[in-house]
């Protein structure tokens, strides 16, 4: 039966990241070279707003622009806008202090900030960019407006680093919702939607207002969709109605998750701060933070099974694939480390190593062509290097997945081509997860399916193939191979 028949058959195609490729960029700098090289990397149709001083700045709110991306230049306002520091700037210099939880506080608030809090409003999802100035005063005043601002040095940025904040940080055209957590009779304030793999489209699923029947409940378990969307900016009314009914309990969790990613990942890039000790173990408790969240979101589901077939992203971003893994890592790792009087070192190396894996992609490519394969292989070590300069205190056997999750039992791997033996048990384990989320968010973009049915292909293929054999360690495939009775 074509279960698909029972939902709306409208359906639409998102402008997808249309904004995120083309952004307005509002440019406050003097700074020519900088100007520059920011040029390069945001092609036209991209447009720029250049402005040498807060007053023209100003005019240009009264123009109404929708500014996606603020790159401000701080050394340059540092110079300009001394005279303009009273007495509430002074003491926020020192780096050192610890966060007041709070912003202003009533106190008033620097030109710049003012500025930004106004421009902001055009656009709540605008990315900020400072350029910040060696004794920067401003920075710890913008991150404590809650915003996502990134600190960056002028000569320690790339073309990559930038589009990699682009994509991690920009809008996003919809928002994941949990099949698992509607029931028959439920109604929203908002239209829901599911994607459509084959032809890349979103279909209305539910109508504003609409009550959830049980035929389409029931469709939309036959077809095995684990994730329903919103429209971005339909998220917040979806969620301020959900929340004190306890509605969307598991979709809100997985979706406070991803945005605590999202933070965390915009503190490891964050140049501006130099106590690398104090932050390295300020991140990794967060990132302990963030699996542990996402351990009890796990629990929340009736078995390990339904978790691991419902929870993952389906979408091809970075967050997404780095969730998945986490989840992978915390469900079947779970079950590899019984192998090993059940450690749990194992799945807190295997669910940190998830999330921090792929962080060096930032600083090695974006896009690249098969000529260029050998840029996307540095990402290991500008990874591992980035983790090493932030002082994340790592377990050996988190950084040792981290450094070889593209080396390969035959040997073919890189960055080193180790062989079988040098290889521990973790590192196939992650290696074949990896690789596993893959195929699997590919065999999603064909047809609706749970987690199960492409482990249980992956293994037919990585088994049988003749041309593929011994990419991963047979024996480890193998005790992961009765996946299906996790309870
Ligand atoms: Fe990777
Ligand atoms: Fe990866």
Aim: with cysteine; proline share 4%; hydrophobic share 35%.
């Amino acid at each position: 039966m074509n279960s698909f028949n029972l939902l709306h058959p409208q359906t639409f195609s998102l402008e997808k990241n249309k904004l995120r490729l083309y952004p307005n960029i509002l440019l406050l700098s003097k700074d020519l070279k900088l100007e520059l090289k920011l040029s390069e990397i945001f092609v036209p149709p991209s447009h720029f707003f250049t402005v040498h001083a807060l007053g023209s700045a100003k005019e240009m709110l009264k123009r109404n622009i929708p500014i996606d991306f603020a790159c401000i230049d701080e050394e340059y306002f540092l110079k300009e806008l001394v005279h303009d520091r009273g007495e509430t700037d002074r003491g926020e210099t020192d780096r050192g202090e610890t966060d007041r939880g709070e912003t202003d506080r009533g106190e008033t608030d620097h030109p710049l900030i003012s500025y930004y809090k106004e421009l902001i409003k055009s656009n709540p999802k605008m990315i900020v960019v400072l350029f910040f100035a060696e004794h920067s005063f401003l920075y710890k005043r913008f991150t404590k407006l809650n915003y996502s601002t990134i600190s960056l040095t002028k000569n320690n940025f790339s073309s990559s680093l930038i589009s990699f904040i682009q994509e991690i940080f920009g809008r996003r055209p919809y928002r994941s919702l949990l099949a698992r957590d509607f029931r028959a009779n439920d109604s929203f304030p908002v239209d829901i939607y599911f994607y459509r793999p084959k032809g890349q489209e979103y279909s209305l699923f539910l109508n504003k207002g609409e009550a959830l029947s049980s035929n389409k409940l029931s469709a939309l378990w036959s077809q095995g969709i684990g994730h329903l969307e919103v429209r971005d900016q339909d998220f917040s009314e979806l969620i301020s109605y959900t929340l004190p009914r306890g509605m969307l309990k598991r979709s809100e969790e997985l979706h406070y998750i991803r945005k605590q990613y999202k933070i965390l990942l915009g503190e490891i890039f964050d140049d501006s701060k130099s106590d690398y000790r104090v932050r390295g173990e300020e991140i990794y408790q967060s990132i302990l933070r963030i699996t542990e969240r996402l351990r009890s979101l796990i629990n929340l589901f009736p078995a390990p099974l339904e978790a691991l077939n419902e929870l993952p992203f389906t979408d091809d971003s970075f967050l997404g694939h780095g969730i998945n893994l986490c989840v992978y890592a915390l469900v079947i790792g779970k079950e590899l480390a019984k192998h090993s009087n059940n450690r749990e070192d194992i799945v807190v190396a295997l669910s940190v190593a998830a999330i921090l894996h792929d962080v060096g992609k930032a600083y090695a490519y974006r896009e690249y062509s098969h000529q260029q394969f050998s840029l996307y292989k540095t990402h290991l070590n500008a990874g591992l290097e980035l983790i090493q300069q932030r002082k994340l205190p790592l377990t050996p056997l988190t950084s040792t997945i981290i450094r070889e999750h593209h080396e390969q039992h035959n040997g073919l791997g890189y960055p080193e081509g180790i062989s079988a033996d040098k290889l521990c048990m973790e590192v196939n384990f992650f290696n074949i997860i990896n690789n596993l989320d893959y195929f699997h968010r590919d065999a999603l973009n064909q047809e609706h399916r749970p987690f199960i049915k492409s482990w249980e292909q992956f293994y037919i293929q990585e088994t049988n193939c003749e041309w593929i054999k011994n990419k991963f360690n047979p024996q480890t495939l193998h005790t992961m191979k009765n996946l299906r009775t996790l309870n």
